[in-house]
């Protein structure tokens, strides 16, 4: 079955990922394109300042960019993929739920809150059913969805392997891509030879995020994992792909082949876009993997890949990288649609 849908923020750096994404897919066909008044009543190619390593899709180059409002939206899309400003999206998002739309969010607002479903499809797919704590608290015939910070959904799966040994604390270093930061986040001048150790609330958005993700719903509320999660984020001169140096605590003591076989066998999602397998995992013979430029693409940019996995006194330490807009943006909101869709909430 075919589903209508929107993008919420089509002009933005991860609203093109979404038109990228969503062209030719197999259950979704984009009917509506938003994005602010000034661009509103343009045709897409005018609107749309294009800067992916690809053409504009013949189907949307001449769609009428619409206002992002309600009312603008037609009654018919069945699901809206959101990539506004969080700011924006705050007003906006609860006004599209109570219109009765379906929202699959990237935007940072309100994924913490506790009727909020966080969601990674092939994490925790459950938590999908807080809609209806969600519906009965606010009166919405809609719903709202979020997937969590791109940091974040880098590290998880991999956490999520290493639950079974006793997940206890994460220490975890981000080297992050300009692109995160949007086109505008990051000048030439600040970013050009130079590494910035302080991305702001990046750090919390991983330590909070991680451990919702991880949490357990028990059809009525939502409690996070216990695992302690430290966090320190820094920008680096990649365009895309963050790679994370993850240092895991745990209750056992596995060996790091023991590790490897844990990730590597960690089941994907029987959805569309989820890759098989969800973790790409490097052996000892390649301590120098992942690395962005090489490996952000695996998986069409949606597979998760670990290496350099070597035990340490109290567990085990490692690298992990995604792509950030794909896997870790536009793709992570696609894959929960399609999770919506799956579970009959569109």
Not at 114 to 138: A, F, M, S, W
Not at 277 to 298: A, K, N, S, T, W
Request: aromatic share 4%; with cysteine.
């Amino acid at each position: 079955m075919s589903h209508r849908v929107g993008i919420l923020g089509a002009t933005g750096a991860v609203g093109q990922r979404f038109i990228q994404l969503l062209d030719d897919h197999p259950q979704f066909d984009i009917a509506c394109l938003t994005a602010s008044e000034s661009s509103a009543g343009e045709p897409y190619s005018e609107a749309a300042k294009w800067r992916l390593d690809s053409a504009i899709p013949e189907s949307v180059r001449d769609v009428t960019v619409r206002a992002t409002d309600p009312a603008a939206i037609p009654d018919d899309v069945d699901l809206l993929f959101s990539s506004l400003p969080s700011g924006v999206a705050a007003e906006i998002e609860p006004d599209l739920c109570e219109a009765g739309y379906v929202v699959s969010s990237n935007s940072s607002n309100a994924r913490m809150a506790e009727d909020v479903p966080l969601t990674i499809p092939e994490i925790n797919p459950g938590h999908l059913d807080l809609i209806e704590v969600q519906r009965d608290e606010r009166g919405w015939d809609g719903a709202l969805v979020k997937n969590p910070n791109c940091s974040t959904i880098t590290m998880v799966p991999t956490l999520a392997a290493l639950d079974g040994f006793g997940l206890e604390r994460v220490q975890v270093s981000t080297l992050q891509a300009v692109s995160g930061a949007g086109y505008d986040g990051v000048t030439s001048m600040e970013i050009i030879d130079n590494a910035i150790p302080h991305i702001g609330g990046e750090e919390e958005k991983m330590e909070t995020e991680s451990r919702k993700l991880l949490g357990e719903f028990d059809g009525a509320e939502l409690s996070l994992h216990d695992a302690e999660v430290a966090a320190s984020c820094n920008r680096i001169p990649t365009i895309d792909g963050h790679l994370e140096n993850v240092f895991a605590e745990l209750a056992a003591d596995p060996s790091a082949d023991e590790v490897r076989e844990a990730m590597a066998s960690f089941p994907s999602a029987d959805l569309p876009s989820s890759p098989e397998p969800l973790i790409h995992v490097f052996g000892d013979d390649r301590p120098e993997r992942p690395q962005p430029r090489m490996d952000r693409m695996r998986g069409d940019g949606m597979q998760v890949v670990a290496g350099g996995v070597q035990p340490t006194a109290t567990g085990v330490k490692y690298n992990c990288l995604a792509h950030n807009t794909i896997r870790g943006a536009a793709g992570a909101s696609v894959l929960n649609g399609e999770l919506l869709a799956s579970e009959g909430w569109i």
